[in-house]
T-cell receptor, first 113, second 116 residues
Framework: GNSVTQMEGPVTLSEEAFLTINCTYTATGYPSLFWYVQYPGEGLQLLLKATKADDKGSNKGFEATYRKETTSFHLEKGSVQVSDSAVYFCALKQRDSSYKLIFGSGTRLLVRP | EAGVVQSPRYKIIEKKQPVAFWCNPISGHNTLYWYRQNLGQGPELLIRYENEEAVDDSQLPKDRFSAERLKGVDSTLKIQPAELGDSAVYLC??????????????FGPGTRLTVL
């Protein structure tokens, strides 16, 4: 079946450090891939997405590249801020569905000043 | 623009009691979703509505869970009776109607249910 695996957290970094949160997936065909972010007390928000191999999604300084050969969609940011502290969810959507998202278990990021 | 509104934000009940959660989607969004998020896990879809019709309820435990979306706007998710294993965060999301591609789902803050 379809699944998403994320690195376990929490990930603790100092401000301005480089961030990588690993995400790998298992799916048939060519899914679309997403990163969602959940700030404390708020709902999940779409951070970025990629719909085909080699696509790079980017937003707010975050980037992730759809790597078909390694079935990965790692999230990166060159310089994190305290305000980036949140839980990050990787998710996939099968191409034959317009809505059904399969989420990973989430990775908590804590950025210290 | 107001986001997805959910209430209550927190609910503590004893097992075997009933509980209900309410969701008001973003105005104009005719697709509504209920998800359950267990501790340390990602959200899992329970049910999806297109207007007032439940078009995917395959993951809804129908023996104790029910949902309704009267008039195709607000929705209520009910559990009766609640069990200890129902403790989780219940998320509501909404989106525009599907047209073949992905329509971004906008999530509410969730209701955290604790069953004692």
């Amino acid at each position: 079946g379809n699944s998403v695996t994320q690195m376990e957290g929490p990930v603790t970094l100092s401000e301005e450090a480089f961030l990588t949160i690993n995400c790998t997936y298992t799916a048939t065909g060519y899914p679309s891939l997403f990163w969602y972010v959940q700030y404390p007390g708020e709902g999940l928000q779409l951070l970025l997405k990629a719909t085909k191999a080699d696509d790079k999604g980017s937003n707010k300084g975050f980037e992730a590249t759809y790597r078909k050969e390694t079935t990965s969609f790692h999230l990166e940011k060159g310089s994190v801020q305290v305000s980036d502290s949140a839980v990050y969810f990787c998710a996939l959507k099968q191409r034959d569905s317009s809505y059904k998202l399969i989420f990973g278990s989430g990775t908590r990021l804590l950025v210290r000043p | 623009e107001a986001g997805v509104v959910q209430s209550p934000r927190y609910k503590i009940i004893e097992k075997k009691q009933p509980v209900a959660f309410w969701c008001n989607p973003i105005s104009g969004h005719n697709t509504l979703y209920w998800y359950r998020q267990n501790l340390g896990q990602g959200p899992e879809l329970l049910i999806r509505y297109e207007n007032e019709e439940a078009v995917d309820d395959s993951q809804l435990p129908k023996d104790r869970f029910s949902a309704e979306r009267l008039k195709g706007v607000d929705s209520t998710l009910k559990i009766q009776p609640a069990e200890l294993g129902d403790s989780a965060v219940y998320l509501c999301a909404s989106s525009l109607a599907g047209t073949g591609g992905y329509n971004e789902q906008f999530f509410g803050p969730g209701t955290r249910l604790t069953v004692l």
